[in-house]
């Protein structure tokens, strides 16, 4: 099986803000930490993909945030939004890598949002240059960013190997509205060997 992830990520000091825009926003995902540093929101693959968009968008009125993903066969890529905009897209597709497309440049500045030195902006950099998402994750601080979206977190998906995971809590209504269809999931960080 091949991997799926897709995720957005956020500073981990914006947690409470992404949990109190959840509940306002009624969004049907899934918080969890991901290390110290940053943080994940997952979403429904049924949610219309441009209320997400919306949401991203006000949420980046508060903080900075980078909807990655990692369709392993595929390729990879992201979106930074800041101020309410998308500020970058950025998408490599294996296939136009291997029949000698072009990578799109990348405008490394735009990491500075999230606070990165020089000399990380410059590996940050130099991965995205060589398409290496496993060095992109080490350079972002996030290289636990693997076999991660909703639907692993829920555990529809399984992962082939043996590595720890998260266990959710049961759903939580975002709304005080009795008669929401849509749920929450927030995580509490347990370990268990799959």
């Not at 940053?38 to 997400?52: G, L, M």
């Not at 992201?78 to 296939?95: A, P, R």
């Not at 590996?123 to 601080?141: P, Q």
């Amino acid at each position: 099986m091949s991997e799926f992830t897709q995720g957005t990520l956020l500073k981990s000091r914006h947690v409470s803000d992404i949990l109190r825009l959840r509940q306002q926003w009624d969004m049907d995902c899934i918080v969890q930490m991901l290390n110290s540093n940053w943080a994940v929101f997952f979403y429904r693959e049924q949610i219309s993909v441009p209320y997400v968009e919306q949401f991203h968008l006000v949420c980046s009125l508060s903080f900075p945030l980078l909807a990655f993903y990692n369709f392993e066969d595929h390729g990879w890529g992201f979106t930074v939004y800041q101020d309410g905009q998308t500020y970058h897209k950025f998408d490599i597709f294996y296939e136009e890598i291997e029949i000698g497309g072009n990578l799109q440049k990348i405008h490394v500045q735009l990491f500075e949002l999230f606070g990165f030195t020089a000399q990380e902006l410059f590996e940050i950099e130099d991965s995205v240059n060589r398409a290496d998402v496993e060095c992109f994750k080490l350079a972002m601080g996030f290289p636990e960013m693997s076999w991660l979206s909703y639907n692993y977190a829920v555990g529809d998906i399984e992962e082939d190997d043996d590595s720890e995971i998260e266990v959710l809590q049961d759903p939580t209504p975002c709304s005080p509205n009795p008669f929401s269809d849509k749920l929450c999931r927030s995580s509490v960080r347990t370990t268990a060997v799959a």
